[in-house]
């Protein structure tokens, strides 16, 4: 399992407390500091629509000009995401080539908690 996330994000927080509580200990990405590839974002992509993966309620979004945020809903969105990661909805989870955002009970379930 690889999670990527915010070390200050509560949410990202309280899903690697319930993920460890669980025995599960996942490879953790902090978006800020080790940051994710084009790659990583296109594999997201092939599961997830780029308006899901897109936190577009970040004070990084509320800053970007116009012409960036048009890139969101483009073809553009992974080189958007790589550029400015706290972008990405948090927390991503890759498990048994499944992708999930977020931290909601059919993530939970999904991961088998």
């Known amino acids: 399992m690889k999670f990527f996330g915010l070390k200050n994000c ?3 927080r309280k899903a690697l407390k319930e993920l460890q509580a669980a025995d599960i200990s996942p490879d953790v990405v902090d978006v800020r500091a080790d940051g994710f ?3 990583d974002v296109q594999r997201w992509l092939g599961q997830i629509e780029a308006e ?3 936190n577009k309620r970040s004070t990084t979004w509320r800053e970007l000009s116009e012409s960036e945020r048009e890139k969101a809903s483009g073809n553009e969105v992974a080189k958007l995401l790589v550029t ?3 972008l ?3 927390p ?5 080539n499944a992708i999930s955002i977020g931290w909601t009970p059919a993530v939970k379930e999904s991961l088998g908690l």
């Open 92 to 96: 991503v989870i890759e498990h048994q």
């Open 37 to 39: 590839s084009e790659e």
């Open 10 to 12: 509560d949410t990202c």
């Open 52 to 54: 899901k993966l897109v």
């Open 84 to 86: 400015h990661p706290t």
């Open 88 to 90: 990405v909805k948090r």
